[in-house]
């Protein structure tokens, strides 16, 4: 039985993520980054009246003579880094999700979101996923994706993840799920699927939108078939890629659970 050799030569290939970093995971091209040379102010403005024009979901833009980069409508084609390398890089990391929509924009949003309130939500997110305990059932819901995600997230459950491990679990049927993967740019046609799957699910209950396209529509914002992404249950973290790496929606899964620390305002 060749498994048995190939168990023997290769060892226990499990990622130790969370309880250690991983190597593989540190390399994928996550995100986007600004440069030092975008973060302009008012009195050194930067140089990019073309920037905004680069963007084909229109996730870049310019505010008070400095860059704003939306990573909730970034789809990771990379067009700004090819043609303003001075201002955009790749960035490789794991931990991306966030647990609010304006913590996507990026440098920190400022005045746009309210420290009390972001506060107050985290407290009542950790509250309600305490009852959960360390054994999570996971249902997915596509809301009209391209797929990509769809891989991603099958990975989880391969022997090189093992989400289960964590006692995380997939099943079939929303009433028996603890937590809601939603995909896809908000089809209209999902619209009361979704809504029938989430009022299914017992209390309490937890939705991580899973991809761009879940977070704002992506390239398929605004159709004569969709919305701006998933809007129309309660989001509690978003895992923003095209696609996300296993490893990041693994981390939104950990950080809606509680398991995670909360990320802090991006810059």
Known sequence: ?????????????????????DDY????????ALRREALGDAERPTDASEVPDLCPTGAIGVRAGQIRLDRGRCILCGRCVAVRPDLFRFDAAIEIAVDHRDLLVVPAPGEDLDDAALEARRRELATRVRALGRSVHVRHVDCGSDGSEEWEIAALWNPFYDLQRLGVYLTASPRHADLLLVTGAGAAGMHEPLEH????????????????????????????????????????????????????????????????????RPT
């Open 197 to 264: 799957a989430y009022a299914a699910m017992a209390q309490p209950r937890v939705v991580v939108a899973v991809g761009t396209d879940a977070a704002s529509g992506g390239l398929f914002a605004m159709t004569y078939a969709t919305r701006s992404g998933v809007t129309h249950v309660p989001i509690d973290v978003y895992v923003p890629g095209s696609p996300p790496s296993p490893f990041s929606i693994l981390h939104g899964i950990l950080l809606a659970l509680g398991l995670m620390s909360r990320p802090g």
């Open 25 to 32: 995971g540190e390399g994928f091209r996550a995100s986007i």
């Open 1 to 21: 039985m060749p498994w048995i050799a190939r168990g023997l030569r290769d060892g226990f290939v499990t990622t130790r993520y969370p309880r250690r970093p």
